[in-house]
Structure formats: structure tokens, C-alpha cells
């Protein structure tokens, strides 16, 4: 991403850039056909996904912890979009007990999945550990959407399958994914107090992010699914996920204001990556301002992400 680009909007090679919205970057999509779940579709840029989605004619189940925000998110969307259909249901992704509940839950609606946005997170917390006792911005950001992810997986092959329809992954990432301890993925000290850094912390369950899709991307092509796994970066935006940060994310903005977006600039690449027809067939990419970006040398490492499926699965198996 560009600076200039960045600060004027320009439009890079897919007619989109930094100020393009959700709405605009999904213009004439027709998805009144797709099942798409978003978590943490209550707030923030998921709440923008979610009504863009709608409005684009999806049935959109919002996964949420708090499923009191999530019904009046969604009392919210119908009130501008009478015709949105729209479901909530509770999803905490900091216990792998809830995602299994879940998605057992989903399971018993019978319903198609064609798109999984995997867009909640935490930013930035003090130290704590899951249910499951694994760090928190580890366990919420990246386990709990990779489990997740493997236990819709069947059902989103065979929604490929019977509808012939591309289903496509998206994974929130981050440029913050370039700051992150120096091996990337603390394998051996993911629980480590004594090392833990809030902002490292973060960068590495963004890394986190893209080494799944990575890894997964390549294991569905191997299998001929018809699925895409992608990672995007929203930008800057000011939303409910620097609580724990605020003041110096304020003190952050003031200093770089041209450079953040608003709510629906910052959905925007989420929305262009789940529903644009540009991105059929483009799989284990990241975006950033709707376009192809650059990622660290690490999140490049076929063999970190093997690593971190391998890892992943462990921590899965050993906190039942």
C-alpha cells in the first residue's frame, strides 16, 4: 500500500483503492443465492459487512458473543433493508466449547454455506488466558476461527459441490502481521507471561491469520474444492477492538488522521474479496484496499504454516 495511494484513494489495478466503500466495491452483485456467516458481524466493520451482504440479497447468519447486540444490530439493517434476512446466533471464539457449539448449532438449520467471513478479533489486550488456556489474542483471533473454519468446511465443499457456486473464505488479517515476535508463531512460549508483549501478541495472531489460509488454500486446491481461502487487511479504523487501547490509538490517529478510513471504507476489502466476481478463482492471496498486497517474509513460509496447522490441531486436541 502505497502512502500516496493510501492518503488520495487512487484506484489500483481492480478500479478500487483505500477510499472505495462496501457498497461500491459490491455495485450489481447479485447474492441472493449465498449463506454467509460473518463473526463478529455485531459491530464495527463486521456490522458493515453484514448489512452489505444483506443488502446484496445474502442470507447472513451473524455469529456474535453478545447475541444482545447482534439482535439489535440486526433490528438496525432491517430497518433501512426491510427485505434483509438475517440470523443471529452466539458464537464466543475464545472457547472452543462455543465453536463447537456453533457450528452444531448452524449444522441443525440445514442450512448452505457458500461464504465464511472470519472477522472478529481481540486488539491489544492485557494478558490472559482462554477457557481453553491458551493466550487470548491467539486463542480468539486465530484457534478459535481455525476451528471453526474445519468444522463448516464439509458443508461449504458441498454447497460447492450441488451449486456449482465458488465458495470463498476470508480471513481478517492485518499489516500488523509484519510486527510480531522474531520467529513469528511462539510455538514452545505461547503462554509465556514473562515475554508476552500486547502489540506482538496481536501481530503474531495476524500472522496467524494469513498462515491459515495460506495452508488451507493449499490443501483445498490439492483436493479440487471448489474454495477459496484468502486474507485481507482493512486499514486503520477506529472501532470497538481498540478498547483496550483507546487512548493511544486516539493519540495514534490524531498524528496520521489522513490515513484512516471510515466504517464502510474499512469493510470494503472484505466485501470486495467475499463478492466480487474480479476475485473467482484467486485463492491463498491477501488483499489490502481491495487490491493484491505484499505479505512479510514469514507469512510467505510454506513450512510455518504446515507448522502452525500441526500446532493448531494439538492445542484443538489437547484442551478437549
Not at 61 to 78: D, P
Not at 150 to 166: C, F, R, V, Y
Request: aromatic content about 6%; glycine content about 8%.
Amino acid at each position: 500500500m502505497g502512502i500516496l495511494s493510501l492518503i488520495t484513494g487512487k484506484a489500483g489495478a481492480s478500479g478500487f483503492g483505500s477510499s472505495s466503500t462496501a457498497e461500491q466495491v459490491t455495485d450489481g452483485v447479485d447474492a441472493s443465492r449465498l449463506t454467509v456467516i460473518v463473526t463478529g458481524g455485531a459491530s464495527g466493520i463486521g456490522l458493515e459487512t453484514s448489512r452489505v451482504f444483506a443488502l446484496r440479497g445474502a442470507h447472513v447468519i451473524i455469529a456474535a458473543r453478545n447475541t444482545e447486540a447482534a439482535s439489535e444490530a440486526r433490528k438496525t439493517i432491517v430497518e433501512t433493508n426491510p427485505t434483509a434476512h438475517i440470523d443471529v446466533l452466539k458464537l464466543d471464539l475464545s472457547s472452543l466449547t462455543s465453536v463447537r457449539a456453533f457450528a452444531d448449532q448452524f449444522k441443525s438449520m440445514n442450512l448452505p454455506l457458500n461464504i465464511l467471513i472470519n472477522n472478529a478479533g481481540v486488539m491489544f489486550c492485557p494478558f490472559q488466558l482462554s477457557r481453553d488456556g491458551v493466550e487470548m489474542q491467539f486463542a480468539t483471533n486465530h484457534l478459535g476461527h481455525f476451528l471453526l473454519t474445519n468444522l463448516l468446511l464439509d458443508n461449504m465443499k458441498a454447497t460447492a459441490k450441488s451449486t456449482g457456486i465458488e465458495g470463498r473464505i476470508v480471513n481478517l488479517s492485518s499489516v500488523a502481521h509484519f510486527h510480531t515476535y522474531p520467529k513469528g508463531i511462539q510455538f514452545d512460549k505461547i503462554n509465556d507471561e514473562k515475554i508476552y508483549n500486547d502489540k506482538m501478541a496481536y501481530g503474531q495472531s495476524k500472522l496467524a491469520n494469513l498462515l491459515h489460509a495460506k495452508e488451507l488454500s493449499r490443501r483445498l486446491k490439492e483436493e479440487g474444492a471448489n474454495i477459496t481461502v484468502n486474507s485481507v487487511h482493512p486499514g486503520l479504523i477506529m472501532t470497538n477492538l481498540m478498547r483496550h487501547s483507546f487512548v493511544l490509538m486516539k493519540v495514534i490517529q490524531v498524528a496520521t488522521y489522513i490515513l484512516w478510513k471510515n466504517v464502510p471504507q474499512g469493510a470494503a476489502t472484505t466485501c470486495y474479496v467475499g463478492l466480487n466476481p474480479q476475485v473467482k478463482g484467486v485463492t491463498g492471496k491477501y488483499f489490502a484496499d481491495c487490491n493484491l498486497e505484499k505479505t512479510s517474509k514469514l507469512a510467505r513460509s510454506d513450512e510455518l504454516a504446515k507448522q502452525l496447522w500441526d500446532f493448531s490441531e494439538e492445542l484443538i486436541r489437547s484442551a478437549k
